[in-house]
């Protein structure tokens, strides 16, 4: 492969591995495609941020771009990218076409996150109080954006199987456009168990989660109003500390030292706090993808009680590293089971490490995936001529969406 291939990233926000799963994520993609070759520029439109992390440690240029803006054609006429990724639909909506148009041979790759549609439609369909029907879906106005993102995209990388069988079954997407790149851990970041604080140097219960996201909001509000005092019941000496980047006021209200129910905000440091837990807490009713908070668990050798939402496409076939309850009386139940039975915690804990070394190392998919980066640059237009739905939704998007921006840009004139 040629050194010097550069890939472009075009960043829905600037990476905040600290402060969210999505963040750890973009920097995994950053080291497996640094590890093939290539020269990185990530791109955004996005306000520089706090947390954000400092690029130029990980040797990947940092550039501002413009929504809107025919600046951003030159800028990528002149780097002319070999590969253009965009984190989440949004992003390829922007500036896709203008990829199309100035770099058209360049490898488009899409990394979904989570399906932004499927989250919201379990979102909506829990706020109207009601089952979520796979049907919901066709009716989601984001979903008909993200599937034609999907389509007019040469590969979109996504984290869950369920989610993949979704598109193939529901959308009749092509197999082809679609890679199952689940998050990634380093070997060394394996725990010894004997390492790690045992049993009885454990204790509280933690939940973790960015406040920025709504699944995890909606679980803290259901830990106050309905798990937590099942469980205080059965142990009047529990505390819940609760932590998360960007707590709004309504989150640090909560905060009720009385009842052990205690509002952190931002961990300094997510592993060491969830390892000094003895169990975590995840009762998400509502979200998609997979849950960077309870592979960190497994990480930290932490069992977890969570809903089949949160442990969905996590385990395969094998045991959960803790409990998977949707009923809120039987989920306090095995909280309570977990933080008392050293036998049925120890097993939890074993069940974690297991998923972890079966599913999530990093050497399971780095060759692969670069082998399949290579195939997709080396016979990138038989692949389109494959996907006839793509071009033609690339054709039609490019004149609707480069006339929409191009009226945006003469009206901020």
């Keep these: ?55 130029s440690e990980f040797d990947v240029q940092k550039e501002s771009i413009e929504l809107n803006n025919s600046s951003f054609d030159a800028f990528i006429k002149e780097l002319n990218p070999s590969v253009v990724l965009f984190d989440r639909f949004m992003m390829e909506e922007q500036f896709g076409w203008r990829v199309a148009e100035n770099c058209p041979d360049a490898l488009r790759i899409l990394d979904t996150e989570d399906l932004h549609c499927l989250r919201l439609a379990r979102q909506k369909a829990f706020k109207e109080k009601r089952e979520f029907q796979i049907s919901d879906l066709l009716v989601e ?17 996504m984290i869950s199987e369920y989610e993949i069988e979704l598109l193939t079954t529901t959308f009749k997407i092509d197999n082809a456009l679609l890679y199952y790149l689940p998050l990634l851990l380093e070997s060394k970041a394996i725990p010894d168990l004997a390492k790690l604080l045992s049993f009885e140097e454990r204790t509280d219960f933690v939940f973790i989660g960015n406040f920025y996201h709504e699944p995890n909001w909606n679980s803290v509000q259901y830990l106050k109003e309905t798990i937590w005092s099942l469980i205080k019941k059965q142990i009047p000496e529990a505390v819940l500390n609760i932590y998360g980047a960007y707590p709004s006021q309504k989150v640090l209200q909560l905060n009720n030292v009385k009842e052990g ?59 959960w590293n803790g409990f998977v309850e949707d009923d809120p009386e039987v989920f306090a139940a095995k909280a309570v089971q977990l933080y008392q039975d050293k036998e049925i915690w120890l097993q939890a804990q074993k069940n974690g490490i297991a998923i972890i070394n079966q599913r999530y190392l990093r050497i399971l998919f780095e060759e692969d995936f670069a082998t399949q980066i290579e195939f997709l640059l080396s016979d990138l237009k038989q692949h389109r001529l494959n996907n006839f739905m793509g071009e033609l939704l690339q054709h039609h998007t490019l004149k609707s969406t480069k006339y929409m921006s191009k009226w945006i840009e003469e009206k901020n004139k």
Aim: with cysteine; charged share 20%; proline share 4%.
């Design 1 to 55: 492969m040629n050194r010097m291939q550069s890939l472009l990233i075009i960043g829905f926000v600037w990476p905040e591995p600290n402060s969210s799963a999505a963040g750890g994520r973009m920097m995994q993609l950053i080291s497996l495609f640094q590890v093939q070759g290539f020269k990185i520029v990530f791109a955004s439109p996005a306000q520089d941020s706090d947390f954000m992390v400092d690029l």
């Design 261 to 319: 129910f205690l509002i952190h905000g931002r961990a300094e440091n997510a592993q060491e706090v969830v390892q000094k837990a003895r169990v975590v807490l995840a009762p998400l009713r509502f979200g998609a993808g997979i849950k960077g908070k309870l592979l960190e668990a497994m990480q930290c050798g932490t069992p977890s009680v969570t809903t089949s939402i949160g442990a969905e496409s996590m385990q395969g076939i094998l045991q």
């Design 141 to 157: 106005e984001v979903a008909k954006r993200e599937i034609a993102s999907i389509l007019r995209c040469d590969l979109s990388l």
